[in-house]
């Protein structure tokens, strides 16, 4: 019987480009896309592929999300990620694949060989998958956002973005000047919404404060009344007077004082 896959990432290309690799594999049946994290759960449910090929940086719900809901098919996943060699070595010590982007053919026949060495085997224990995916979910300093700049695709250390602003339908990710990327570029544009730039960060360090800002709350250094309101001033910004909405002032405060 021929396998059912999908094929699970927001960004377009990167599904065409898997799904062309496919097309060398005569095992390879239907095949089925999503586009977040949210549709690829219920395609999972719905589908039910025998092979997910899933992202880990998606809106709505992570690969990592997705994976912690149907860890029984983890013999069936194969991660797509941007994560560094740490993380990497993760992923093999834990027996699970993974393909780096941006995807070459010759790892993709290693991982669909793989693949297919054990399509009819029995479902494997689950247990290094949900250590992994715990593992990876709490730590922070693995994570990274993957922007495009000038027709390349930049890997930004989630620590390293000050803030993001929304700026007529596109978003502008501005980084800290004391970051990596400090004597290269100071922001990056994005046509990623602020609710899918969330979504890519850590929860625990940004909060979105206005329908425009989404801060780094590490990088507050003051929070000053404005009549009715609030705005923030930045450590490495300021000069820059950051607006919170009334309906944000209580979450950052009770965000601030844990942290």
Do not use: W
């Not at 699970?96 to 494997?124: A, C, G, N």
Request: proline share 3%; net charge negative; glycine share 4%.
């Amino acid at each position: 019987m021929k396998m059912k896959i999908l094929i699970a990432d927001d960004e377009k290309a990167a599904r065409q480009k898997i799904k062309s690799l496919l097309k060398d594999f005569a095992e390879v049946g239907e095949i089925e896309e999503a586009q977040d994290g949210q549709i690829a759960l219920e395609k999972i449910d719905a589908f039910n592929p025998d092979l997910v090929f899933l992202d880990i940086q998606m809106p709505k719900l992570t690969g990592l999300e997705v994976a912690a809901q149907c860890t029984e098919k983890a013999h069936k996943l194969v991660f797509v990620t941007a994560y560094d060699l740490y993380a990497i070595k993760a992923f093999e010590t834990h027996a699970i694949d993974y393909l780096l982007k941006p995807v070459s053919k010759s790892r993709f026949q290693k991982t669909m060989e793989r693949v297919l060495s054990f399509h009819q085997s029995e479902p494997e224990d689950t247990s290094n998958l949900q250590q992994l995916i715990k593992n990876l979910t709490a730590s922070s300093s693995m994570q990274r956002l993957a922007l495009k700049s000038s027709g390349s695709l930049l890997l930004i250390e989630a620590s390293d973005v000050a803030f993001c602003q929304a700026e007529e339908g596109i978003s502008k990710v501005c980084l800290l000047k004391s970051g990596e990327l400090k004597h290269h570029i100071d922001s990056l544009y994005s046509d990623l919404s602020l609710a899918e730039l969330l979504g890519r960060l850590p929860d625990e360090l940004f909060l979105q404060v206005h329908r425009s800002y989404l801060v780094n709350l590490q990088q507050i250094l003051a929070i000053h009344p404005d009549g009715r309101s609030h705005y923030l001033q930045l450590k490495e910004f300021p000069s820059l007077r950051i607006p919170v909405s009334r309906s944000q002032f209580p979450e950052l405060r009770q965000r601030i004082q844990r942290l």
